[in-house]
């Protein structure tokens, strides 16, 4: 296995905020990086910029919203497939997978599902169905495999900071929660929380009521890691920086770094 460092933003507008991703590229130097929200056409993808600043890349545009991409330092990524299965008719760009650096890399931005209960949530429910019939086969398929994205779901309390005023959003029902952990029980290993099993870790801070100031935040970025990947998996944080910079997402990078060699078990 080649030593790579992989990260997953949600960037949440690349036109405005491409100054801000140049900067974290630049610094933080990921080998791959995954996009989501780039509310971009695809015609509008800043695919001249990022291949100037060394970054071979992969889209899924849509105007005004959703819209996933995937990064690669030093080359360009083979793409797999765009859009999952079971999902052939639908019009919202959220799924990407492609692979570099010899890993499998699916890109993908999971529906936030608000308001709640309604078509929204259905249709979030039914995207999910699909990543976790689609994740079964990617899970099985032998080869060094990653989820990466925004999955839109709060794992359990310990991922925010007060479920209270949560209670009735999508990102924290019951029903969001029962299938991202049937993802973990197709053998999924769950990078920050499996380096971090007993601290709160943050990936997002609404813009609202001064989330990010008070560190109320919420952890819904998610790395997943296959049975060929994840003894390689060495190290894994949050680019919390980048969350305090002028004009910034109101999610911040998550990232893991692999080694070159499988850690004893």
Not at 155 to 176: C, F, G, H, V
């Given at each position: 296995m080649k030593a790579l460092k992989i990260a997953t933003f949600n960037?949440?507008?690349?036109?405005?905020?491409?100054p801000?991703?140049?900067a974290w590229l630049e610094r933080e130097q990921p080998d791959i990086a995954c996009l989501q929200e780039l509310k971009a056409a695809d015609q509008q993808f800043p695919r001249a910029e990022l291949e100037a600043a060394g970054y071979g890349s992969l889209h899924h545009g849509q105007p005004s919203w959703n819209g996933v991409?995937?990064?690669?330092?030093?080359?360009?990524?083979?793409?797999?497939?765009r859009g999952?299965?079971?999902l052939e008719e639908d019009s919202q760009s959220r799924y990407l997978e492609a692979a570099a650096h010899g890993v499998l890399v699916a890109c993908l931005?999971?529906?936030n599902g608000n308001p709640q209960p309604g078509p929204k949530f259905d249709y979030k429910l039914h995207w999910f169905e699909c990543l976790i019939q689609h994740a079964r086969s990617l899970y099985g398929s032998g080869h060094p495999t990653l989820l990466a994205g925004d999955f839109n779901v709060?794992?359990?309390?310990?991922?925010?900071?007060?479920?209270?005023?949560?209670?009735?959003?999508?990102?924290?029902?019951?029903?969001?929660?029962?299938?991202?952990?049937?993802?973990?029980?197709?053998?999924?290993?769950d990078a920050i929380r499996h380096l971090y099993p007993?601290?709160?870790?943050?990936?997002?801070?609404?813009?609202?009521?001064?989330?990010?100031a008070r560190n109320a935040g919420l952890r819904i970025d998610h790395l997943l890691l296959n049975l060929?990947?994840?003894?390689?998996?060495?190290?894994?944080?949050?680019?919390?920086?980048?969350?305090?910079?002028?004009?910034?997402?109101?999610?911040a990078p998550v990232w893991i770094e692999l080694g070159t060699r499988r850690a004893r078990s």
């Open positions: 960037i949440n507008g690349i036109r405005s905020r491409l801000a991703l140049l991409a995937i990064l690669v330092r030093g080359s360009d990524p083979l793409e797999v497939r999952l299965p079971g931005y999971l529906p709060v794992p359990t309390d310990m991922d925010i900071y007060n479920p209270r005023s949560w209670l009735k959003d999508a990102l924290l029902q019951p029903e969001s929660r029962a299938c991202y952990q049937r993802l973990l029980d197709q053998g999924w290993l007993d601290e709160r870790v943050y990936t997002f801070w609404d813009y609202f009521r001064n989330h990010w060929e990947l994840a003894p390689y998996l060495k190290r894994a944080g949050v680019d919390a920086w980048v969350r305090n910079e002028a004009k910034a997402s109101d999610h």
